[in-house]
């Protein structure tokens, strides 16, 4: 998908009032945050001190203009590439980089943070999310739900049965797709039979709207009147937020083999928070002096981040039998016992 091609799209656009600054900034910042974790996530993967990780270089706008759209009782389930999500409400890094650990610690109870755990198995979560929501319904709770995933998740069954769920019982969602134009080396031209992701949100009987998923003020402003149609018992809501993965998958792919080289420089070239930053230049909310201070704070926040995650005790193992089943199996303590052998 050209990068540029949705500039083309017809989306839904409104008057634009004047901002206040203290909005656009803090949006800045979280983008800023979420990029400086990005960044040095790769670096610590590569010093060994977190494993495998999931890339989202150049996805910020989305992510942070999503979620300053949500009111503080909204809960969110993130994919994988959204791992860091939780920082926009204010969750320790420490905690983000124990998940990346494989430290109990980076799993959050959800009901803290109004964040589910994260999915990794391809949009399996959409069903969890679709449930969420209905179960605020039936409570009468005036809170939304906003679901990540990749245009990869809409190719699969979980994906098909959470959006028909969610249809049939107008539940108050947001299904928000991070098309990004590659499921890990499959292109999207490869997986869907429409090129348009958003069309297949007539198929389930939702208002769908497709976007600019670099524009973080266009993303704020998509969700925010999506959650208001959802709590109105307008029923769920589709969003598909074009971007481009303009990095690798995970720090275990090679995109040299499968993306193309223009292409590619084309994204990366107009990546969202290099934007933001020139449109915050142009209208006086941002200064030279201003970017350095954001940018000092977060690399000072990621690093205390990841020395808090490094000093955090050794994991009881007993945890993995122990919260597994109420009534374990023989051979389930038999397996415990023999891992707590001296």
Known sequence: ???????NEPVQAR??????PEDLRALYRSMVRLR?????SVVYHRQGRIGTYAIFWGHEALQAGAVH?????????PSYRESAIGLIREMPAATAFAWWRGHPEGWWDPREWRIASIAVPVGSHVPHAAGMAWGLKLRDEPSCVLAFFGDGATSTGAFHEGMTFAAAKRVPAV??????SWAISTPTSAQSGTERLVDKAVGYGMEGVRIDGADALVVRDAV?????RARAGEGPQFIEAVTYRAAPHATADDPSRYMDPAQLRAARERECIGRFESRLRQLDVLSDEGIGHVRDDA??????GIAAAESL???DPRQIFDTTYSLPPRALRRDRDSTLEP
């Open 1 to 7: 998908m050209d990068p540029k091609a949705i500039a």
């Open 69 to 77: 759209a949500l009111e503080p009782g909204d809960w969110i389930f």
């Open 15 to 20: 008057q634009r009032l004047p901002e206040p």
């Open 36 to 40: 400086t974790y990005d960044d040095r």
């Open 299 to 304: 690399l000072v926040e990621m690093e205390a």
């Open 175 to 180: 299904f928000l797709c991070n098309n990004n």
């Open 313 to 315: 005790p050794e994991p």
């Open 224 to 228: 925010r009147d999506a959650t208001a």
